[in-house]
């Protein structure tokens, strides 16, 4: 934000839980508006999120397929999972990546992140890619199914152009994944931790 | 959703409704695993919305930047908005472009769709290009702070490489906008409605 946003910048004057217990955490603030009028605001509180773009030494992407049920289909995507309290970002995507598609990765680099819904969550999605890839048996937690899928860029990038692709954070992901490949958005490598 | 994915499907069992009234519709259901286990599913009811890549005739695009509380920081984003009942996706995007941003467009394409929040809402956001733009002044409902943008694709992708384009949307149609303009994935152009 810069300093002259003072025309577009709300401020919080009160806060109020309206939904917790279950998954879900929905908090209501009010707030002033840039005029000095009163408005409120609804949102979910999220602890954030990693996505991960598993690179395979011979080019295909390890993608996964899951029923999602606010959707009511099965969905293709990147591995992701939410951070644990106090996870660093990469530390979360080597956990998620082992868990639901049994990989290990030996170098990572972070791409970017994301918003994916502005209007009424917090939640931020850290991109992350990883390479030196070893296959291992998944460690899904019980009432978890997930089918890891073995991919090539070029059959991705076709789903997607066809609309059979429509994860948003898989679709930020195969962004990267274009730039960088074609040199144009660089990618800084590390090792695992 | 292919007949072989019997292995992922939950099954719903019941719904209820745990917050209404407010911003926010949120449900919780009840489902079968595919194990024949139960468990909880909880996530929010959306009407979907419309996001528009609008092209000027010198190359540069429209955007918008908004407060977005949930973030408490301004976002850049392509214009868009929620679905109302029983509306065309199109017709959405023409009034959200009009509306926000003052522009109309003589031409509309259908690019793709995206699911931003599979695990929690059932939002999917339609994702559409317009040309052939004319200005004119914004309507901005009353309580509603935008400022319109305009900015050439390679600045947009640079602020993207640098993580200063964080809206998933916005992410999603500047990776349509790549795949458009380098003739990988067409779009089919129709007049406005």
Redesign the interface.
């Given at each position: 934000?810069?300093t002259d946003?003072a025309?577009?910048?709300?401020r919080?004057v009160a806060s109020e839980v309206?939904?917790t217990g279950?998954?879900?955490h929905?908090v209501?603030?009010t707030?002033l508006?840039?005029?000095g009028?009163e408005?409120?605001?609804?949102?979910?509180r999220h602890p954030g999120a990693v996505v991960v773009v598993p690179l395979l030494d011979d080019g295909r992407l390890v993608l996964e397929?899951?029923?999602?049920?606010?959707?009511q289909?099965?969905?293709l995507?990147f591995p992701a999972g939410k951070l644990e309290a106090g996870e660093p970002p990469q530390v979360c995507g080597q956990r998620e990546l082992l868990e639901e598609t049994g990989y290990s990765a030996r170098e990572w680099a972070h791409a970017?992140?994301?918003?994916?819904?502005?209007?009424?969550?917090?939640?931020?999605?850290d991109v992350w890619f990883a390479r030196g890839l070893t296959a291992g048996p998944a460690q899904l937690d019980v009432?978890e199914?997930?089918?890891t899928v073995l991919m090539h860029p070029a059959e991705l990038?076709a789903l997607?152009?066809r609309?059979e692709l429509?994860?948003?954070?898989t679709?930020?992901a195969?962004?990267w994944w274009?730039?960088w490949s074609c040199g144009?958005?660089p990618l800084q490598w590390q090792p695992a931790r």
């Open positions: 934000m810069s946003d025309h577009l910048v709300e919080t309206r939904l279950g998954f879900l929905v209501r603030d707030v508006l840039p005029d009028s408005s409120t605001r609804e949102y979910v397929r899951q029923w999602r049920h606010p959707l289909r099965v969905l995507e970017g992140w994301l918003h994916n819904a502005c209007a009424y969550s917090n939640e931020g999605i009432g199914f997930v089918e990038d997607a152009s609309g429509t994860d948003a954070k679709l930020v195969l962004l274009h730039r144009a958005w």
